[in-house]
């Protein structure tokens, strides 16, 4: 730690039981952004690493990197290579209102299904052939929380985002994961509503999960060109999921 640069602990901010889960980022991101426009948290100030931060708020660490990103594009936040996160010098003064994004709508969904079928799909490949044993753990981990939510449209699109972006750190090229992280909120919002739609169509998610697995064979098997075809796929299917939501008229939530 540097200069008077001093490291916080936070002792009261544990996210409500009965707060819906989808909002689970926006609300963190709003407690610490309160925090800060108090002054409880000072210019400077180091805040607790993701995994801390996320027992802190009985939350997973998938949420608070969505936090932290909300804040770091709010300009409230930085990072600091190496060091950690710590509260940016301007940002005491700027009241940024941290907003849940609105529903995506239908040409977005297709704008977004664009960007990761080009994303998305070199990131498996790289994956394939870059991915470390820590990799593939953390990978098969978020495989394991997708199979434990199989059923429940809230929890498995947290554990889904959580699977592509560790996909996108074993590809080991900093850019795009970080081109992943700017988008997170909206993966999460096209992943809740194919996660929706596979619950009415199929009454579970099993039919992803599987594809996940296969995605993680691939991988594991450092097969580039298998990784492609498998992640075209699941991306592809979910963006039909979420069309024939939109044709239904249903979307209108947010998150």
Do not use: C
């Not at 599987?210 to 990784?227: C, M, Q, V």
């Amino acid at each position: 730690m540097v200069g008077s640069a001093r490291r916080v602990s936070n002792s009261d901010t544990r996210v409500p039981v009965a707060a819906r889960r989808s909002n689970l980022p926006a609300i963190i991101a709003s407690k610490i952004r309160g925090q800060i426009l108090r002054g409880e948290l000072q210019p400077g100030a180091q805040l607790p690493g993701h995994r801390e931060l996320a027992a802190i708020h009985s939350v997973s660490v998938g949420s608070v990197r969505e936090a932290i990103s909300m804040l770091i594009s709010a300009a409230l936040i930085e990072t600091r290579p190496g060091r950690g996160t710590y509260v940016a010098a301007a940002g005491s003064s700027d009241p940024v209102t941290i907003k849940i994004a609105p529903p995506l709508e239908r040409h977005e969904v297709e704008e977004l299904t664009e960007a990761r079928l080009i994303v998305e799909v070199e990131l498996a490949a790289l994956a394939a052939e870059r991915a470390t044993a820590e990799h593939l753990e953390a990978l098969r981990r978020a495989v394991e929380r997708m199979d434990a939510a199989a059923a429940d449209p809230y929890d498995y699109p947290e554990a889904d985002v959580d699977f592509h972006l560790a996909v996108a750190e074993a590809a080991g090229n900093r850019y795009l994961l970080k081109a992943m992280l700017d988008v997170r909120s909206l993966l999460r919002q096209d992943m809740e509503l194919g996660a929706e739609a596979a619950i009415r169509r199929f009454g579970d998610l099993r039919i992803s999960v599987g594809s996940h697995r296969k995605l993680l064979a691939a991988i594991e098997a450092r097969d580039p060109e298998a990784a492609r075809a498998v992640a075209r796929e699941i991306v592809a299917r979910n963006q039909q999921f979420v069309v024939g939501l939109y044709a239904l008229g249903v979307p209108s939530r947010s998150g």
